[in-house]
């Protein structure tokens, strides 16, 4: 008989943390990830924020370890690895290396598009949201049972990007780091170092992902933005 689905149980072992399920997929026959047991994962249980939900949680267990390195992806091994051994999986990170192809994932657990910035763009929550870690199972019906049910996944979908016809989020970039070859990670970082940059982008967030019109009641924190981009630069 199949177990009861931890889907449930993982929602509500994250909320105090300001985290959420963010939706579930089948890891894609021969590109599965690999269980520490060398077996390939079936499904996959996607973990991230919508919005800055987490940032205060997280700002408080920071203030609580302020000696601790990389504080974010601490705080996040720290809030999902025992959900994820509760819930009888193992908890993989965006930040690990060799990466999972957590934005792949993202598309199918969740029918979200890439904007032309490379940011997922979410019919809501915009450019504001983002993956903290995932669980892997070794179940595929697990995925089954509950993409079925995913909320945007089958629907008809309108990429925001598409109707958007003007894409300030193109020309606002001070730089001009985003054009159809790609991001240009240096011109971007180097601009960062300079006056203009610390006092511009450093300080108020990328110029690029602000000038996105959906979504903005969900902009991040000052201090959260800040936080991500010191950690980018
Ligand atoms: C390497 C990396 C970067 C690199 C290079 C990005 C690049 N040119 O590919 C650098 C350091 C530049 C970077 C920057 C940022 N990143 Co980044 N990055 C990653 C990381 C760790 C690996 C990406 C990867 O290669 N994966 C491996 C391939 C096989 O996986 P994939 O899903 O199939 O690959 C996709 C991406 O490579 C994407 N892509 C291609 N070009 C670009 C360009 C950019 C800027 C981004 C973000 C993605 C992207 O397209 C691929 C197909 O979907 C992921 C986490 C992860 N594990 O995926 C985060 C990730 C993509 N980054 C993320 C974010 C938020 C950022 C920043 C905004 C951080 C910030 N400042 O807040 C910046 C954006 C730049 C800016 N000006 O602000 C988020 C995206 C969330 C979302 N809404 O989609 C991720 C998923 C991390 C997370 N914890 O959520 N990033
Ligand atoms: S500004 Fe327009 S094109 Fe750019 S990310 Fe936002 S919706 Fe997409
Ligand atoms: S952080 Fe600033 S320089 Fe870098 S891509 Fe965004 S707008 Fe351009």
Known sequence: MDRPHPGAAVAAAL????????????????????????KPAKAIC??????GGFWPVFSAWWREHPRVSDPLD??????????A????????????????????????????????LGLLIHPEFGLWHGYRGAILFAESALGDRVSAKSAMVGQAFVHPCDVCSDKPCLSACPVGAFSPDGFAVSNCRSYLRTEDGQQGCMASGCLAREACPVGRSHRYSSAQLQFHMASYS
């Open 74 to 83: 601490s705080w996040s091994k720290a809030v999902i690895e025992p959900v």
């Open 85 to 116: 051994a509760e819930a009888g999986g193992q908890a993989v990170f965006p930040s690990d290396r060799p990466w999972h192809p957590f934005q792949a994932w993202a598309m199918k657990a969740e029918a979200l598009r890439s904007s032309p």
């Open 46 to 51: 996607l973990i991230g924020h919508l919005g």
């Open 15 to 38: 909320e105090p943390s300001g985290l959420v399920l963010r939706g579930w997929l089948v890891a894609e026959a021969g590109a599965e990830p690999l269980l520490a047991n060398g």
